[in-house]
């Protein structure tokens, strides 16, 4: 933007994004008192929408993928006669994002390793260049979300495949990496590796409950990649870039109430009870009593298999050690109640 001339300035900036790099275009625009147009995908949460709008651009939805936006931008950029701002294969962008690796080097000296998000490839290619240039020594490892690999693909020498599938890491979510990053990239990364979406959702909730950090699952990919692989750290110096905090708050209580289950904090249970009064009472107090949490019971009689005189209740509730509900469940079977883990 600081290269921009006067007669670019006055005519405006577009972008296209879907979320990060709208918000810093559209910031920086708002700062220097220049009109920003940002496109955006259809698609793209309603408060990442609000927060670009909030800093005095005009966002224009369009399509339900970036690709499909990107045309949208196109198009605009020509219409209106705008500077077109990319988000990451512009020569100028991706030196303001080789910043952080100057950053980094600065404030951890002999690192072994830096690990960095990978979606388009911009801040890869920018942090390549200034660590590989102030500590050739430090290896830089990009990580892509295993449903947007292209860059790890193209490095193998495979057609890229597997990409447009939906990811909660939408911030890396690009089919292609572009020119210039693939440039630096064949040049000077020293590995590409994939995560699972289950390992960014892990990732999300270790930085939220460990950190006390409310991190999107495009900037939880290093962390991912880190637990998932943790001999390859091991004794090894490592930062992890964390590029963004943009995470909708519904999908985050989803995520921790998906990672609870899968660690075993939380269980679902079936309990098939005689229908008639004090039996959820009998339950409740049977699973209290041995210090779990009841989170939430849902009492079912129409739809069940067994007597019209019986009903079912799914109890959800939480323990201390995951083998807690082991006894939770022989408890309820000794007192009379046939139970069914459900998960």
Known sequence: MAHLTAEQRARGVIALSAGN???SVAYVAQTMGVPATIVMPATTPFFKVRRTESFGAEVVL???TL???SERAYALEKERNLTFVHPYDDALVIAGQGTVGMEIVEAAVDLDTIVVPVGGGGLLGGILVAVKTLSPKTKIIGVETEVYPSLAQ?????PISAVGRDTIAEGIAVKTIGELPLILARELVDEVLTVSERE?????HSFLEAEKLVVEGAGAAPLALLLS???RFADKKTALVVSG????TGLLASIIARVRLREHRVHIIRVALPDQPGA???VATTVSALGANILDVEHQRQFSEISARSAYLMVSFETQHPEDAAEVVRRLESDGFATTVVK
């Open 62 to 64: 369009h399509g339900d």
């Open 21 to 23: 790099h709208a918000q």
């Open 245 to 248: 905090g943009n995470i909708d």
């Open 67 to 69: 690709t499909e936006a």
């Open 229 to 231: 692989q943790p001999e």
């Open 280 to 282: 959820l009472a009998r």
């Open 154 to 158: 193209l490095l193998s020498s495979e």
């Open 200 to 204: 960014i959702e892990r990732a999300i």
